[in-house]
């Protein structure tokens, strides 16, 4: 990931981060200047905003939590491919 220094816009390095909520969507970037003439030290805040495209994974989980709100013969059904119920 790329750190610009807020005040000289050279490169700047994370030396640590501390995420702010159990599901690490958002946390506090600890970060210092690479250009010996400013040596900045900073907080920048990184921030999940939205997902483009959903992960597959999301889909399998969705896939199997509709199945598994099926009775045994639904799901049966549903594999041998008749409409449920
Ligand atoms: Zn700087």
Known sequence: MHITC??????????????????????????????PDCAGRFVM?????????PPAISIVQLAANLLNTLSKAERE?????????
């Open 6 to 35: 807020p005040h000289c816009l050279h490169k700047a390095h994370i030396t640590s981060s501390n995420d702010l909520n159990d599901e690490k969507t958002i946390s506090d970037l600890y970060c210092i200047c690479l250009n």
């Open 45 to 53: 805040q990184l921030a999940f905003q939205r997902w483009l495209a």
């Open 77 to 85: 059904a549903l594999l041998q491919g008749l409409p449920p119920g």
